[in-house]
């Protein structure tokens, strides 16, 4: 990949600005996002400069038939292709495409990414998910907030959940779960399945009060903004109020009534309910929500690296 760097102005002190990209494929989504890393004093800011989302949902056939079809992989491929094309456009520094859960478990899933390394050149890594849960706490949210509290990080996507706890600034255990917005369309999350995941949770805080939620996921992005709370945290009153809402509706009526995508408003439901239920379990009264999710963290992964001059 062609190296970007550039300075802001001639005075060596001057801020430099740096481009990396990053592509999150998930079960429900597919995700470019394109961001400017801005170093200065010392500091580095990062400011979107684009993001693009297309809902493949992946996780509908691998969940159900545990393989992607060829249609959908057909789609996969031409996503791919213009997401190689737009990274090839914006020339960053460096790039990193991560595959989660569908692709993970679909028989057919390394084939697929050794085709589109082949047809376009992308280099595609499927991540466990320890190491999702890994570049998910990259961003390091926890930095900018109180550090005499303790914070659950939640992650929900469509085959996995991730969960992070921070104490006093370090990180005491981070792990992934099989639960996801998709999985539970598909029906794949038993009440064995799903009381054992509460049970864990549980076990997990155990020994840790008054923690307060962090979300990450396009859903909890989506419901943060519903409910606009600007940069308030979101009460678990006021979230059991919004899914006791939406759940009473059908899909067609979500969409007219808060004006979701197809795509969103099936999924918003089981993804409001997974959150609550960890709140709930971990007795936590309120979650903030940064808008931040997995690529953000793929970003912020690639610029340690640069600055460790790991990436030529």
């Known amino acids: 990949m062609q190296e970007s ?30 961001c400017n890393a801005v170093e200065e004093h010392g500091e580095t800011h990062f400011k979107k400069a684009e993001l693009i989302r297309i809902p493949l949902r992946l996780g509908e056939d691998v969940f159900q038939s545990g393989r992607i079809s060829a249609r959908r992989a057909a789609r996969f491929m031409k996503t791919m292709h213009a997401f190689k094309l737009l990274i090839d456009v914006f020339e960053p520094v460096a790039y990193r495409a991560c595959a989660t859960a569908s692709l993970r478990e679909a028989i057919n899933g390394q ?37 005499s509290k303790s914070y659950l990080y939640i992650d929900v996507g469509g085959g996995s959940t991730e969960v992070t706890l921070f104490h006093k600034e370090q990180c005491v255990f981070s792990q992934s779960f099989d639960i996801g917005t998709i999985r539970w369309l598909k ?16 076990e997990l805080v155990n020994g840790h009060r008054s923690l307060i939620a962090i979300g990450s996921g396009g859903n909890i992005n989506k419901i ?23 759940k009473i509706h059908t899909v067609e009526e979500r969409m007219e009534l808060w004006q979701l995508n197809p795509d969103r408003a099936d999924v918003i439901v089981p993804a409001a309910k997974i959150f609550l239920s960890i709140m709930k379990v971990a007795q936590i009264e309120e979650i903030i929500v940064p ?17 460790q001059g790991m990436v030529a």
């Open 5 to 34: 760097e550039a300075s802001l102005s001639s005075n060596p002190t001057s801020s430099k600005l740096l481009r990396y990209a990053a592509i999150d494929i998930g079960s429900n989504a597919v995700r470019l996002l394109l």
């Open 111 to 147: 084939e697929i990414i050794k085709q589109i390394r082949r047809e376009c050149g992308l280099r595609i890594d499927i991540i466990s998910g320890k190491t999702e849960a890994d570049l998910i706490f990259s961003n390091h949210v926890e930095e900018h907030l109180d550090k």
């Open 187 to 202: 029906g794949q999350v038993t009440k064995e399945k799903w009381y054992a995941f509460k049970d864990k949770i549980r």
């Open 224 to 246: 943060f903004k519903m409910l606009d709370r600007k940069d308030k945290p979101v009460p678990f009153e006021k979230l059991k109020e919004l899914y006791d809402e939406l």
């Open 291 to 307: 808008q931040i999710g997995l690529a953000d963290g793929i970003i912020h992964q690639l610029h340690e690296e640069y600055k």
